[in-house]
């Protein structure tokens, strides 16, 4: 028997240090697709600004895919190079027309430090769903997705995005 028999193919993506379009909505996001249920294990995010503050993050659930915007796919890395993914990951510097929102599932301020500030570390806000909900978070289909978003408030000067997701894949079949 091989131990990837028993290990669930398990993938994480990190996008670009990104700066969101103007009162960004979705900056960051993951979709379910046809053949795989996506089961989102957790989703990282760290955030620097011209000046340092403290902005509200949401890690929001959509129904429908998002339209438009400006957007480029995050390299998907699989933790066996045998795994292929199916989700798609996306970061955006230009709003997308969001998806249908079924609601917010995690909200949190996050800091913000100027990346001139001497002694800044790796502040990063981890949210793991399996702690949180006692089971990751299911995307089924190519209509679910799951954001790190910024809810349209205005954009600091600067601000600069990396976030991460990191979920397992099981074939429908």
């Known amino acids: 028997m091989r131990i990837d028999e028993f290990v669930p193919q398990t993938f994480r993506a990190t996008s670009s240090a990104v700066t969101p379009g103007a009162t960004p909505q979705d900056v960051f996001t993951i979709s379910g697709n046809s053949t795989t249920n996506v089961y989102v294990q957790k989703m990282g995010i760290s955030t620097t600004q011209t000046t340092a503050g403290i902005n509200a993050w949401f890690v929001a659930k959509r129904s429908t895919a998002n339209t438009g915007g400006t957007s480029a796919s995050v390299t998907v890395v699989p933790l066996n190079a045998n795994y292929s993914a199916h989700a798609t990951v ?3 510097t230009a709003n997308p027309t ?3 929102l079924i609601g917010n599932l995690w909200g949190g301020f996050v800091e913000a430090p100027a990346p001139a500030t001497a002694g800044i570390g ?8 399996q702690s949180m909900l006692g089971q990751p978070l299911a995307l089924l289909s190519t209509a679910d997705v799951l954001a790190w978003n910024f809810n349209g408030a205005a954009l600091p000067t600067g601000l600069s995005v990396i976030a991460y997701v990191q979920w397992v894949e099981y074939s429908k079949t």
């Open 122 to 129: 790796n502040l990063i806000v981890e949210v793991d769903f």
């Open 98 to 100: 969001a998806g249908t």
């Open 90 to 92: 996306l970061q955006y």
